[in-house]
């Protein structure tokens, strides 16, 4: 090549040009720039030659074992004391014969299937990939086995143009100098396979059991799978969507292996998913050290700051969000509250209670305390950041946000507010849908005929919240989901009518997001984790909190001021949190069967988040709740709620008593009430509708004695279907008759005990609060 571009440089000058080129025209003028674009080209492509040679000959392999030998991580709590150190290196390297064919042949299946047919660097692989980042793809492969063996070996996890230029330069030395045997043997001992396994025989002990040598077909192609994504493919842990990509990417690793002949079309049809082992955590992560430091992986790799194999390899200090105060607060209400009253080893029921909770600052997103179970070394799957189990009725809170913030109306046409009055009977057939009626029971199919929207959230009534989902939309209730933090991907998140009820299963700690930004007057930060990381010494950026208007602000005042009711109310489903003696707002949650109860509430300084699962510790099945702790049914305003009233007491213990914001007065009656809140012993009268005048004007409610005003929407910051209204015409009820007057709402007894839990101290009585308001009683309700 350096001969022809010499050659073709020594052309004849225009002295010596042929005949046939007789005159000096316009255009002939332009061969000379011609020949010199051509010569700039020839020379640019002998210099790029030349540095391509050059940075061959001057690029150094450097020495593997520094760089393959994994360093510890130190992860710290908020205030820099040490929450745990990782990153012992799991790596015992072996020879090739020491790995079985169809491991090797599963390996190269997954990942480069020409291997032994080519150089070190496949270029259309990598023009392919550049491509597909160019056009907004994600990033793409294109890395030879050679390559990457290079990156794990010789080189950081950094992605930079540099890193990729000095690893193209490497790769073709390692090829010039070792073996394909020989680099297929480095890339399997120096892989990352998640579980802290490096190289395949830790792999294939820390999932199967066995040696490398051992390994079948359908464990090698598991192995060769999981490299994809190990922690999002380890099926023990996976969530549903993680699992389905696992099977997927093993089934396209076995389905290439019968492509290249590795395997024959018989054998690959007898082949089974493999039975994967349990993980085993590492040393010196018990009890919420592992589910923190799991908890702050998961964040960074999610977020792409840091990927599994950089944290694996280690060098690194991560400064967590998490306040040990707060951490010991929530570790000490769960042992006082909940395990204290388990009996395992008598009771079978309380083996399969497992709680979990998440603990956020509204104002900044910061996690402030996580809870994921009772032992990370016994239990590994965290607690508060599963996705495997209905939220139930705090979903209804979502419900009540879409329908506020896009001034939803009843089937008769009237603005809904929480006055409006609907048909609580168990088992009704929602108005307004299409196809088959949904016609959810209440729990314990109890029917609680009229009642203002205030008290069906108070009592949970989920008939009244199927209609409410209808009335505002389906697909507003799970766009308002998703804008109020919960991810778009969760599963159970569609526009189906059991949605307001809570079939989605979020985690406790987005539960503790959503809630945070209607405690943050709407404004949505999600909840992050990590404070700072360094990586010997040297600061790694993070991404800053992004803040964004999920609904408006006095949307999420209403919604906090009915949230209120729930604790208020003494009939309301979660009035044992009174005990904290604060304005709180918060709802409980009751799935089916009692599988999972809830309990996600709020003061203007913390959100907190807390759930029990049942789950059966020798299949993992899940199992009702009922009878956890001796106790006759299983419920959000239980457990999960006296655990949220503990922690909170130990947590804001010492700190000034704050108001939520008042809500502003609207048309559907509610003026705004105090600060602060406590419940009282009467009841004030039920809203009664009124039929509307002619053309559409309502006459104004009744006079509420109690409320100092016309019967309105009480309850909480002027929005509690009782007391302290303005004056204006409360709202129709999406069950009235022809006429559109709906039968007055009806009072409901006491939920409280005649003795209440010992626990429980008497809040403190608001001055600002009108008296009678928030008294509305209730019986066993569905929350």
Do not use: C
């Not at 020594?10 to 255009?27: D, E, H, V």
């Not at 490299?227 to 389905?255: F, I």
């Not at 395992?344 to 910061?366: E, L, N």
């Not at 609680?448 to 939309?473: E, I």
């Amino acid at each position: 090549m350096p001969r022809t571009a010499r050659s073709e440089r020594s052309a004849p000058s225009s002295k010596t040009r042929s005949p046939r080129r007789p005159r000096r025209t316009g255009p002939r003028r332009l061969i000379p720039g011609w020949r010199a674009a051509l010569a700039g080209l020839v020379v640019s492509l002998l210099l790029g030659i030349g540095a391509f040679v050059l940075g061959v000959v001057l690029v150094q392999v450097p020495d593997a074992h520094a760089a393959a030998t994994a360093q510890s991580n130190t992860w710290l709590y908020q205030d820099g004391s040490v929450i745990a150190r990782t990153g012992e290196t799991n790596r015992q390297n072996v020879t090739l014969d020491r790995v079985s064919p169809a491991a090797q042949h599963a390996a190269l299946a997954a990942e480069d299937r020409n291997f032994y047919h080519e150089g070190a660097v496949n270029v259309p692989g990598l023009v392919r990939a550049a491509l597909k980042t160019a056009k907004g793809e994600g990033t793409q492969g294109g890395s030879t086995i050679t390559q990457q063996y290079v990156k794990n070996t010789y080189l950081s996890q950094q992605q930079s143009i540099g890193r990729k230029v000095k690893e193209l330069f490497i790769a073709l030395k390692v090829d010039a100098t070792e073996t394909k045997d020989d680099v297929l043997a480095g890339y399997l001992n120096t892989s990352y396979y998640g579980r802290g396994a490096y190289g395949i025989q830790a792999g294939a002990q820390a999932y199967f059991g066995v040696d490398a040598a051992a390994l079948t077909p359908a464990q090698g192609a598991y192995l060769a799978a999981v490299l994809n994504a190990p922690s999002a493919y380890d099926v023990s842990t996976a969530t549903a969507t993680g699992k389905q990509n696992a099977m997927n990417r093993w089934n396209y690793v076995l389905d290439g292996m019968v492509k290249e002949n590795w395997l024959s079309a018989e054998e690959r049809a007898a082949v089974t998913f493999p039975e994967v082992r349990k993980p085993q955590a590492a040393p010196g992560l018990s009890g919420q050290a592992g589910y923190l430091v799991n908890a702050a992986e998961d964040y960074l790799v999610s977020h792409q700051i840091l990927g599994e194999a950089a944290l694996a390899k280690g060098g690194y200090t991560i400064k967590l969000t998490v306040d040990p105060a707060r951490e010991q607060d929530l570790q000490n209400a769960v042992r006082s509250q909940l395990t204290a009253d388990l009996k395992p080893d008598t009771r079978a029921k309380d083996a399969a209670a497992q709680a979990g909770a998440a603990s956020v600052d509204p104002k900044t997103g910061a996690v402030l305390a996580l809870y994921g179970g009772s032992d990370y070394t016994e239990h590994f799957v965290d607690n508060s950041a599963r996705r495997d189990y209905q939220a139930g009725s705090t979903f209804k809170a979502i419900a009540l946000a879409a329908a506020l913030e896009s001034d939803a109306r009843t089937q008769s046409g009237q603005t809904i507010g929480p006055r409006t009055v609907y048909d609580g009977t168990s088992g009704r057939k929602v108005r307004g849908g299409t196809g088959t009626p949904y016609a959810p029971p209440n729990e314990g199919g109890k029917d609680y005929g009229q009642v203002t929207l205030q008290q069906a959230t108070d009592w949970s009534v989920n008939s009244v919240f199927a209609q409410l989902a209808q009335d505002t939309g389906l697909d507003r209730v799970r766009d308002t989901a998703v804008a109020l933090g919960l991810p778009a991907g969760t599963p159970g998140l569609a526009a189906q009518p059991s949605l307001p009820l809570g079939v989605a299963t979020p985690s406790v700690l987005d539960m503790a997001g959503v809630y945070a930004t209607l405690d943050n007057g709407g404004r949505r930060i999600t909840p992050w984790l990590v404070t700072s990381v360094e990586h010997e010494g040297q600061p790694v950026a993070l991404p800053a909190p992004q803040v964004t208007q999920a609904v408006g602000e006095q949307t999420a005042n209403r919604v906090t001021a009915m949230l209120r009711g729930v604790v208020d109310d003494p009939g309301g489903t979660g009035f044992r949190a009174q005990a904290l003696g604060r304005p709180a707002a918060g709802k409980t949650g009751t799935t089916d069967d009692q599988k999972s109860v809830w309990f996600v509430g709020y003061t203007p300084e913390l959100v907190t988040a807390v759930a029990l699962f049942g789950q059966d510790p020798a299949t993992g099945a899940q199992v009702s709740l009922s009878g956890t702790g001796g106790l006759d049914g299983a419920a959000g305003g239980m457990y999960p709620a006296q655990i949220w009233t503990a922690y909170m007491k130990a947590a804001l213990k010492g700190k000034p008593v704050t108001s939520f914001p008042a809500a502003a007065g609207t048309a559907d009656g509610g003026a705004g009430r105090g600060a602060t809140s406590a419940p009282t012993a009467s009841t004030p009268p039920s809203p009664t509708p009124s039929a509307p005048a002619a053309g559409g004007a309502a006459s104004p409610g009744a006079t509420d004695p109690t409320g100092g005003g016309t019967t309105g929407s009480g309850g909480s910051s002027g929005y509690g279907g009782r007391g302290n209204g303005t004056g204006n015409r409360p709202d129709a009820s999406a069950s009235a008759g022809p006429s559109g007057t709906a039968p007055a709402a009806t009072p409901r007894p006491s939920r409280a005990p005649a003795t209440d839990p010992a626990k429980a101290s008497p809040p403190a009585v608001d001055p600002a609060r009108p008296a009678g308001a928030g008294a509305d009683a209730a019986v066993a309700g569905g929350g």
